[in-house]
């Protein structure tokens, strides 16, 4: 029996899937064991739309008491969801990320704090960066994304208030409020987004990416200062519409890029779960991520140059 395959089409983990199998077994009377032998060949983890599916259709947060022993439980599927998915990420991190000079770490929040959690949200950064996880490839799987806007009426609103997966180049507040308490890194930071986004305009509206408009007010000179971090974050919007608003000739500008935002219809062909969709959107994960580690590692680079670090922060 394929478990993975199977899995993966019938929107259950593994886990979940081999104790039903135990519980067929039982009602009908089967002895033994009921998997073909076959060679073990190594598996490469894949992206599982059912983890959407799963966080995105939660309607009660509660934990169930003993989860660790009953498969069935809810809690315990969450507990299990949040294993594979930051197994997933490691494995990815390992194969595109990772080389003989550096490599990347991941960091999650908890399934439950009192209560499930909505939202899976990983942190990816380089293990032994001089900023810990100030600048970071957010990653993230909700029901919905209160902390980011989008323009209503519009495509990216009715996708950011459904449950899907989201990639970004975020960073840490409450770091940056002990290390760069004048936002000097995080408008490098915000400037490097930018002319990362002129150098891949084109691959980046390819794969349907996103951006935030963190520019402020435009001053005499014709410079931009870049918002206050704790102001109200301005909407998300499509590639096309920031370059029609502000002009391709503009030279300095602060933003946050995004992924496309992904739903689980995005997963899905004619058949239901197509795995060529899944398999393009992981190769669309990969270079995203690829490209937002590289804007980490620069902006790392230039808190080094200019002598902030943690240590140097005290932290």
Known sequence: ??????????????????????????????????????????????????????????????????????????????????????????????????????????????????????????????????????????????????????????????????????????WNDNLADKIDPDNFLLTKYDQLNFELLKREKDLLTRMEANIRDNSGEQGLDGEFKRIDRTGIYSEIQTIPEFFNKIGESSKTHFITLYSKIYNLEDFYGDLGISFEKTLQIEEEIVAFMKLSSNLINQVNDYAIENGVTLKESGL
């Open 1 to 170: 029996m394929v478990l993975k395959d199977t899995a993966i089409t019938s929107f259950i983990t593994e886990e979940k899937l081999k104790k039903l199998i135990e519980v067929v077994k039982k009602e009908l009377n089967i002895d033994g064991n009921v998997y073909v032998t076959r060679k073990k060949k190594k598996t490469t983890p894949t992206f599982n739309p059912w983890w959407i599916r799963h966080i995105g259709g939660m309607k009660d947060s509660t934990v169930e008491k003993n989860y660790e022993k009953n498969h069935f439980l809810t809690t315990h599927i969450h507990w299990a969801i949040w294993k594979e998915i930051s197994n997933y990420l490691e494995f990815i991190i390992d194969n595109n990320l990772n080389d003989e000079t550096q490599s990347f770490t991941i960091s999650s929040n908890q399934f439950q704090i009192g209560r499930l959690s909505y939202t899976y949200w990983g942190k990816i950064y380089p293990d032994r960066a001089p900023l810990g996880d100030l600048f970071h490839i957010g990653f993230a799987i909700s029901q919905k994304y209160k902390w980011t806007k989008a323009r209503k009426k519009g495509l990216l609103f009715d996708r950011i208030n459904k449950p899907s997966l989201l990639i970004w180049t975020s």
